[in-house]
T-cell receptor
Framework: SQTIHQWPATLVQPVGSPLSLECTVE??????LYWYRQAAGRGLQLLFY??????ISSEVPQNLSASRPQDRQFILSSKKLLLSDSGFYLC????????????FGPGTRLTVT | AQTVTQSQPEMSVQEAETVTLSCTYD???????LFWYKQPPSRQMILVIR??????QNATENRFSVNFQKAAKSFSLKISDSQLGDAAMYFC??????????????FGKGTKLSVKP
């Protein structure tokens, strides 16, 4: 069966510091991968998605970036965090045309101080 | 652009009773998918049920069922025999059909469901 992992689970970082969140998927190959952000009391906002290694599409202009160095690894990064980057970050995977659902990881709670 | 609207920020139901959560969406596409996700206090998003727009039959998963009204662009979730474990945020989501689409989900803002013992 497929599983999706995210780490760290929680993170407290000062403004201006770098960020690296990691997401890995097991039990499937060539998944579509997604990064979402959920601000307090709001729905999910898509940040990035990837259909293959090295292929990244950005949905929202920001100081975040994403990379996909391996088929089942998706990384969210920032060189300098802003206060507005605080939130709950969720990684998800889907199988595109094979099935239409997306399955989510446990998430990372990021607090920028 | 597609939008998803959940007009009920909060709902409450008595244990063992039935509750219906509302969702409307706006799209000019004819082929798409709709989903309900549950986010319990752990905050992990869990898929509850999905509906393909080309199917007239409403989807059902155990105690969860939907009322899909394509012409009205309405997609409500009915939870029967509510249990304490059903307490969570519920999100309605829209996805374009895969042809020419990367499958991005568009979410509503959610409905917080409380279950009273």
């Amino acid at each position: 069966s497929q599983t999706i992992h995210q780490w760290p689970a929680t993170l407290v970082q000062p403004v201006g510091s770098p960020l690296s969140l990691e997401c890995t998927v097991e039990g499937t190959s060539n998944p579509n991968l997604y990064w979402y952000r959920q601000a307090a009391g709001r729905g999910l906002q898509l940040l990035f998605y990837s259909v293959g290694i090295g292929q990244i599409s950005s949905e929202v202009p920001q100081n975040l970036s994403a990379s996909r160095p391996q088929d089942r690894q998706f990384i969210l990064s920032s060189k300098k965090l802003l206060l507005s980057d605080s939130g709950f970050y969720l990684c998800a995977w889907g199988q595109g045309a094979v099935s239409y659902e997306q399955y989510f990881g446990p998430g990372t709670r990021l607090t920028v101080t | 652009a597609q939008t998803v609207t959940q007009s009920q920020p909060e709902m409450s139901v008595q244990e063992a009773e039935t509750v219906t959560l509302s969702c409307t969406y706006d799209t000019s596409e004819s082929d798409y998918y709709l989903f309900w996700y549950k986010q319990p206090p752990s905050r992990q998003m869990i898929l509850v049920i999905r509906q393909e727009a080309y199917k007239q039959q409403n989807a059902t998963e155990n105690r969860f069922s939907v009322n899909f009204q394509k012409a009205a662009k309405s997609f409500s979730l009915k939870i029967s025999d509510s249990q304490l474990g059903d307490a969570a945020m519920y999100f309605c989501a829209y996805r374009s059909a895969p042809r020419g689409s990367q499958g991005n989900l568009i979410f509503g803002k959610g409905t917080k469901l409380s279950v009273k013992p």
